[in-house]
């Protein structure tokens, strides 16, 4: 049903007017009647204004299209940063100005909704997304996306375009910086824990803002790692594992997902039907918004799948697609293509309904206007306890010979390489609002911690210098690794080595014969070979954000034992590409027990340099046999307890990632030779030995079959429990009828 937009009267109309004539401003009522109220009232264009979002809306250039209802929503604009002029002594220039044309000054008065990228942290900036994974600790990984949005709301933003939940087996891709890993179970347990951060219990808490599970799918398999590139992979592959996140993360109550700018298997996400609207809408009842990428709806034109604007339009909306980021083609051609009957009307209702829904459960009817903030945005010391906690759980050490952790109390420490002054470049590759000046760089760190006179620092480019003061110190510890620039979105590299010049002056470092700690600051799997050879001791640290100086002080002075685990297997080289735990297996086994001369390249062995899971401490763990409550467990129900005895069996304190891993070793169709199940966190004292639990269900072995649907066979199923994919004691269990 449309209304009639000449017959309405043009005045501006607040949230003063009388319930009865705009009865869904009722908060009493059921979103779901208010939504129907408010959408009897609207005109065929006033819809079709709530499915396009424009960029960095300005209050005055866009007035007119505001109140007259012809953008529902904006991407970037904030209180903090909009791309426009602000008054200084107005923090919430933009935002309100903006959402009081649409309230105040249209027709109906719906408020706009402003979506921002929040990625890891808004002015408190963590870790990237990977570094976040490598701390396999949900709850860390939750109060994170909390902070995040405590900040975030303060600027206006009411929505955020995170977590990435795209499979990330490809280090070239730029991107996985900010995914959550290789795993579905390790980035769908994270994806879960960021929803619950940034939406909490009720989205429309002042507090809290809606979260956005992208890029529904298959990104991660850019042809490549070249961003953007195409996608060669069966429904299968997907439904096993690359869809598992996005289900993990609607599982949690996410309120939006965003298709992807790739196509699967010739068809690109944004006109993909069955992806789309059967499986995502239908098959998982997921009921909130689907939103385009950026221009995502008019790059259908250049896939050469829409021969114009509105042939890509058509097909966005058919296929699923809710909310237009940006191309403008709902705005131009949806009304036309219903009115000539090539669109369905219900579908541009559909894609209203779930829009207008969202504005409802979050609040902007009742609460439109960030007025006076709540309190300032600037990193606390609340905040940098989380922080904080976030760059320390990111380190993982990857090889370590006894150098680590230095002695606090004796000798001197030299500091080298292009971060040690570092601010903005530890922030990494999705900070909006983050600010350089933010952040405690390596060297302020050091110098708190040992004072002028036992640091030497050789700042900015390795030189000369640097080789010659690794003399005058006890030990070196190298900054290395990538600016953010050379990750995240359209930053793929056709080589993981380290960026050039590096590894020439770790050679001549480490020729002088001192002890040598290489820190890698990175978006992305490195190839480390050599710097492992090189070095004592390596740590890879990811960009860790504002406490980066602090988290790597506690790290290498030892007052934290390290405990990050890596989130994505390492590769030897950059030929080893793809490698990650889920390889399945082929009719010619290579496998680690076997001859490696067997493997698949003339001139090098094909196991990953290091593997999922991996991250050493300051201390050493034993693991006992896992043993089984029972060694059958039903299919129809019930569960078996896997438990295994963990010893620390060195002198400090630490925490160690217990990893269940599994094999389903025959099933319809070939099946990870490893595959992580679940994993539990225990800290231990020096000499204590603590107790693993996981409870095992044969949900947990379900799968996808040749036919697509799911279903757990009978039969064995071998458990694995380790310190990472590669290492640990196995045991058999047999599902049963
Ligand atoms: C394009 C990116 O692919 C997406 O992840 C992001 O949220 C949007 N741009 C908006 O910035």
């Known amino acids: 049903m449309t209304g009639s937009p000449q017959a309405a009267p043009a005045a501006s109309r607040g949230h003063s007017e009388r319930p009865s004539q705009r009865p869904w401003l009722d908060p009493g009522l059921p979103v779901a009647e208010r ?11 006033e819809k079709v204004g709530q499915t396009h979002q424009v960029a960095n809306i300005h209050p005055d250039d866009d007035a007119d299209a505001l109140r007259g209802a012809r953008i529902g929503s904006s991407l970037f604009a904030s209180g903090a940063t909009g791309g426009n002029e602000r008054d200084e002594g107005v923090l919430a220039f933009n935002i309100d100005a903006a959402q009081r044309h649409a309230v105040e000054g249209s027709r109906l008065g719906v408020p706009l909704l402003f979506g921002r990228d929040v990625i890891h942290g808004h002015r408190t900036v963590f870790p990237i997304p990977l570094g976040l994974a490598a701390a396999w600790d949900e709850d860390l990984v939750e109060r994170a996306a909390t902070t995040a949005a405590r900040e975030a709301v303060v600027d206006g933003v009411a929505w955020t375009f995170a977590p990435m939940v795209d499979l990330s087996e490809e280090p070239r891709w730029g991107r996985v910086a900010e995914s959550l890993g290789e795993t579905p179970v390790l980035s769908g347990r994270m994806a879960a824990a960021m929803v619950r951060g940034f939406q909490g219990a009720d989205p429309g808490h002042p507090d809290r803002i809606a979260a956005c599970a992208k890029h529904f799918a298959g990104y991660g398999l850019a042809a490549g790692g070249r961003d953007y590139d195409t996608v060669s992979v069966g429904e299968n592959t997907l439904r096993n594992l690359h869809l598992r996140p996005f289900r993990a993360a609607v599982d949690a109550g996410v309120c939006t997902v965003m298709a992807a700018f790739n196509d699967v298997d010739g068809i690109p996400m944004h006109a993909h039907r069955h992806l789309l609207r059967d499986v995502l809408k239908g098959e998982w009842g997921f009921d909130g918004v689907v939103v385009a990428d950026w221009n995502g709806i008019g790059q259908l034109v250049n896939q050469g799948v829409a021969a114009d604007l509105c042939d890509a339009a058509r097909q966005a909306i058919e296929a699923g697609v809710d909310l237009d980021m940006s191309s403008g083609s709902y705005a131009a051609h949806l009304a036309e293509l219903v009115r000539s009957g090539e669109v369905d009307e219900a579908l541009v209702d559909d894609a209203v309904r779930r829009i207008l829904t969202l504005k409802f459960r979050l609040g902007l009817f009742e609460r439109p206007y960030v007025g006076e903030p709540p309190r300032a945005n600037a990193p606390s010391a609340q905040t940098r306890e989380v922080a904080r906690a976030a760059a320390e759980a990111a380190h993982v050490l990857v090889s370590n010979n006894g150098v680590l952790p230095l002695d606090p109390s004796s000798g001197t420490v030299h500091l080298t390489g292009p971060f040690v002054d ?148 390492f590769p030897l080289t950059t030929g080893h590409i793809p490698t990650s735990t889920h390889q399945r297996p082929t009719g010619r086994l290579v496998g680690r027990d076997e001859d490696s001369r067997l493997g698949r390249y003339l001139d090098d062995l094909v196991f990953p340099r290091l593997p999922f899971g991996h991250g050493l401490t300051y201390t050493t763990f034993d693991y006992g046999p896992p043993r089984l409550s029972s060694g059958e467990l039903s299919l129809t129900g ?39 199940l679940d994993w539990e966190a225990l800290v231990l004292l020096p000499g204590e030995k603590g107790v693993a639990r996981f409870a095992v269900t044969a949900e947990q072995f379900a799968y996808f079959g040749r036919d697509n649907t799911a279903r757990t066979d009978l039969g064995e199923i071998v458990l694995r429990v380790g310190p990472d994919a590669l290492r640990g004691g196995t045991v058999s269990l047999r599902v049963t009828a």
Do not use: C
């Not at 939504?35 to 264009?45: D, F, N, Q, S």
């Not at 080789?467 to 590299?493: F, I, K, Y």
């Not at 891993?661 to 319809?668: L, Q």
């Open 638 to 676: 019930g569960e078996v307890e896997l438990e295994v005895d963990v010893t620390n069996s060195g002198d400090r304190p630490a925490r160690e990632v217990v990893q269940l891993y599994f094999r389903d070793p025959v099933a319809e169709v070939t099946r990870p030779l490893t595959e992580l």
């Open 35 to 45: 939504v129907a109220l408010l959408m009897g009232a609207m005109t065929l264009e």
């Open 422 to 569: 570092a601010g903005e470049e530890l922030l990494g590759t999705w900070t909006l609002d983050g600010r350089g000046e933010d952040v405690v760089s390596p060297a302020a760190a050091f110098r708190a911690r040992l004072g002028a006179g036992r640091l030497l620092v050789t700042d900015g480019r390795f030189s000369d210098r640097a080789v010659q003061q690794v003399r005058n110190a006890d030990v070196t510890v190298a900054l290395l690794g990538e600016h953010p620039w050379r990750s995240g979105e359209a930053n793929s590299v056709s080589d993981i080595g380290l960026p050039a010049g590096q590894l020439d002056v770790l050679r001549r470092l480490a020729r002088i014969g001192k002890p040598l700690v290489a820190v890698v600051y990175t978006g992305r799997p490195l190839e480390l070979g050599e710097v492992m050879d090189l070095a004592d001791a390596v740590l890879v640290v990811w960009h860790p954000g504002v406490e980066a100086g602090n988290a790597l002080a506690s790290v290498v002075f030892g007052d934290t034992s390290p405990h990050g685990r890596l989130p994505m297997t």
